[in-house]
């Protein structure tokens, strides 16, 4: 059944909170069919992200591997289950940065800014979710970003270096980054609209459009806020 | 009635700092909404309405009847004379609405188009086509060969409502997802169309000349413009994209904090500090869509990460004259001018429409609208968020989206639909106090799954029976008054018509000034000035106001009440007369009165209604 969780306690949380919740991530990672949270993945620290190392080599995608189907008369092709599989494993890193930001103490903008991506991001999840399950695919959960690596998605070491990161140190780094990931999720946008026959189910075409103008626009917003960060040490 | 109090009077050029510092935390208002906890259903959902009615609802033709995700999904409106044209994912449907309590079918043309945005010019129909899948030959089926692929504008010949004939496809570099309606300022015989294209650049095996490049100055650079088309009326066979509107160039360093670098390198403070940010250009390089208010030759683009402010005067060299941005914005949407052409209300489609972002929990100060004021030397300032008051549920898409202005003398009245947040009516006469008339909503399509109020974890794998299974896209487009009804296009739904009903907030006497504007045809994005006939509604318009407002000593708009009352039970000489002693008598009132500038504006109406009286 669904885990009940209220969305803003996440990124409010103090880093007390956040820590009794890392200790909970040492648990073994949740199955495919048990719906972990966002919030929950959202919670191991620096060193739980090494299983990411080297992407997809040797490590399971949660699934990701299982075979495709296309039904007959469907206007997707197996690109289009793959990039929703993939981006939702995106997603996933990127929720899992913006609720690092109040805990790292991110000046108060981009803490809203922060919990924009999440919200947003936390929903088109949803959408991900619901159309792979409509069309009778694998439906990944939020876990995946363990082990599957997209374009644009942070390594162990860049997860770390936004971890130890705090303040004006800790806006620019999360700034950068999350520029970097964006990029990438336009790069899997750009790629998937290259492949022959692949985006021409409308639910697909106007998600991957949709994600090129959100972030594009966001892109833009961080660029302006690294501008404004204190220059030097606070 | 609510409105989030965040003062941003601070220039364009600050715009993106100073917003999401000054917007405090808001909240959904405590108590209760009668929109909250509404019965779902696809067809029998519970309705909560105030200030509206509904007159008809109509199912969609059977030929677009699923529910199945965004395919036929129903899009916007277009309207002409007596019909109303309704884009959808797959056609369009033409509605005759003569008896608004019972629109008929004229026909429906199944065409594979998304997202199918429609509008009318005299006999003529534009129809936005993007996506991959769209075939030249309108098939469904999917494009088996690159060069069955059509991305732009479909024209159709509609002077025979029943029988649609297709005239051309005008491809365009980067497709149609909306496009909005410009006319020529001298040719009667010239309109163009201005294209908001939201894919990149097609490659040159579809299209020839379509370039996918980085530098927005660079003319050959099909990425960084608006497409626009020329459309010569008695040719419309002829019709041509004829050069790009460059109006984004330059547009990534615009509106940074005075005195700090457009984008630069920070210094590094540590060791094992971030690394530098990429560079690349980062300004819009479209905008969702356009609205312009060619009486006063400007547009406002509402485009991705930024509110843009251009001159069109030479329609194929618009100039950007003003540019704000908002880091609570997500998405730039849509704009609405006030009828003064001073202000702009701009939305923000948070979520991209198929989101529940109307949560109880979601930021008030995203995914709604922001008033912004025009100064008399053309450049934006914000001023206030507006959301609907209500928390929509989980299974509700819910963001601010299209609307339009109601004709309403002396205030700036907008109905707007907020998908399955249902339809409103704004006032935002006060660009600081914009707040919320009057609504009409329906409970969620899908049920609701086990109370959860924020999506936050994601559903299983197997969805739990009455779960967000289906999540299905529905609720209203866009809602729009035209010549006396507002009509909304419910996505999912069909087709709905709806009336203004009197409340304290709206008077009978403004509903009925509404009425008196007509217009032959209405496109949204491309607004007509609203001028009111000399009537005695609209002189009782401003009354109203004056007493809702306290603007007037009850004692005097009282006395003027009943002097309107005998004048209106005169006629010919006579009414001119006492209109005439009544309008010196209402000029006297301008001294000592708290709204001393409406007083002002009611006598003069008092004399149009005088002179117009023989």
């Known amino acids: 059944m669904l885990q009940r969780i209220s969305r803003p306690t996440a990124p409010r949380t103090t880093a007390a909170v956040l820590f009794a919740a890392l200790a909970l991530a040492c648990a073994p990672r949740a199955t495919v069919q048990s719906a972990a949270s966002p919030v929950a993945d959202a919670a191991p620290a620096a060193h739980d992200m090494s299983s990411m190392a080297g992407g997809h080599a040797g490590h399971t995608m949660t699934g990701l591997d299982a075979p495709v189907t296309i039904p007959p008369g469907a206007l997707f092709v197996e690109a289009d289950v793959r990039f929703m599989q993939g981006m939702i494993a995106h997603h996933a890193q990127a929720i899992y940065m913006s609720r690092l930001a109040e805990a790292h103490r991110a000046n108060p903008r981009l803490q809203r800014f922060a919990i924009k991506i999440d919200q947003s991001q936390t929903t088109e999840i949803h959408q991900m979710q619901g159309w792979l399950r409509a069309n009778g695919q694998f439906v990944p959960d939020t876990s995946s970003y363990h082990t599957v690596m997209m374009p644009g998605m942070l390594t162990p070491e860049q997860i770390a270096q936004l971890d130890g990161a705090n303040g004006p140190d800790f806006d620019r780094a999360f700034l950068v980054l999350m520029i970097q990931h964006h990029e990438g999720a336009l790069m899997m946008v750009k790629d998937l609209f290259a492949t022959p026959r692949a985006g021409q189910d409308v639910d697909v075409s106007v998600f991957a459009n949709d994600v090129v103008a959100v972030q594009t626009a966001e892109i833009g917003l961080m660029r302006q806020m690294i501008s404004s960060i204190p220059q030097g040490r606070p | ?614």
């Open chain 2, 1 to 614: 009635m609510r409105q989030i109090r965040s003062f941003l009077t601070i220039t364009a050029a600050a715009g993106v700092f100073a917003a999401a510092a000054t917007a405090g935390a808001q909240t959904y208002p405590t108590g209760t909404d009668p929109r909250d906890a509404l019965a779902s259903g696809r067809l029998d959902a519970g309705v909560a309405a105030k200030g509206m009615s509904l007159v008809s609802f109509t199912t969609k033709p059977a030929q677009f009847d699923t529910a199945r995700g965004l395919t036929f999904a129903n899009s916007d409106l277009a309207f002409g004379g007596d019909y109303v044209y309704q884009g959808n994912f797959a056609g369009f449907t033409i509605w005759d609405v003569r008896d608004a309590a019972h629109p008929k079918i004229v026909s429906v043309i199944k065409c594979t188009t998304s997202q199918g945005d429609p509008s009318i010019y005299g006999t003529l129909l534009f129809i936005s086509a993007e996506g991959n899948g769209n075939r030249k030959d309108c098939g469904s089926g999917g494009v088996q060969k690159p060069e069955d692929h059509m991305a732009g504008v479909r024209i159709f010949d509609v002077s025979d409502p029943a029988n649609p004939r297709f005239v051309m496809n005008v491809e365009t570099c980067k497709g149609s997802h909306t496009h909005t309606i410009v006319p020529h300022p001298k040719k009667k015989d010239v309109i163009y169309l201005y294209v908001s294209g939201s894919q990149a650049a097609r490659p040159n095996t579809e299209l020839a000349g379509c370039v996918n490049g980085d530098d927005p100055a660079d003319e050959s650079n099909s990425l960084f413009r608006l497409d626009v088309i020329r459309v010569p009326l008695d040719h419309p066979e002829r019709s041509t994209v004829v050069t790009g509107a460059r109006i984004f160039t330059g547009l990534d360093a615009a509106p940074r904090a005075a005195g700090r670098p457009a984008r630069g390198r920070p210094a590094p403070t540590a060791p094992g500090a971030a690394p530098a940010p990429p560079p690349a250009p980062t300004g819009p390089r479209n905008c969702h869509d356009v609205t312009v208010y060619p009486e006063r030759h400007l547009l406002a683009g509402a485009c991705g990460s930024y509110g843009l402010l251009v001159d069109i005067r030479n329609p194929e060299k618009p100039v950007r004259l003003s540019a704000v941005a908002d880091t609570n914005f997500s998405l730039w949407h849509t704009a609405v001018f006030s009828n003064d052409g001073r202000k702009v209300v701009f939305t923000d489609e948070w979520g991209g429409g198929t989101s529940p972002m109307c949560q109880k929990s979601s930021m008030m100060e995203m995914g709604g609208n922001t008033t912004v004021t025009i100064s008399d030397d053309r450049k934006f300032t914000q001023h206030a968020y507006f959301k609907i008051p209500s928390a929509q549920t989980a299974q509700e898409n819910c963001v601010s989206h299209n609307g339009g202005l109601i004709p309403v003398p002396g205030r700036d009245l907008m109905a707007q639909g907020w998908y399955q947040g249902g339809v409103n009516v704004i006032d935002f006469t006060d660009a600081d106090h914009p707040f919320e008339v009057g609504y009409f909503d329906r409970g969620s399509i899908d049920p609701s799954p086990l109370g959860a109020d924020v999506p936050v974890t994601p559903a299983p794998a197997t969805p739990p029976a009455g779960g967000r299974a289906r999540g299905t896209i529905g609720g209203s487009w866009g809602a729009y008054y035209f010549n006396g009804y507002i009509y909304s296009s419910e996505i999912d739904r069909g087709f709905d018509v709806l009336e203004l009903k009197p409340t304290d907030q709206l008077s009978a006497n403004e509903i009925a000034a509404a009425r008196l504007v007509r217009f032959e045809n209405y496109n949204p994005q491309s607004q007509p000035r609203l001028v009111w006939p000399a009537a005695f509604p609209v002189v009782r318009s401003y009354l109203d106001q004056l007493v809702r407002n306290q603007g007037l000593a009850a004692a005097r708009t009282t006395a003027i009440d009943q002097a309107l009352t005998a004048a209106e039970a005169m006629s010919g000489r006579d009414r001119r007369r006492a209109l005439t002693a009544l309008a010196a008598e209402v000029d006297k009132d301008v001294a000592g009165a708290k709204d001393a500038a409406r007083v002002r504006t009611m006598a003069a109406e008092i004399r149009r209604l005088a002179a117009a009286s023989r």
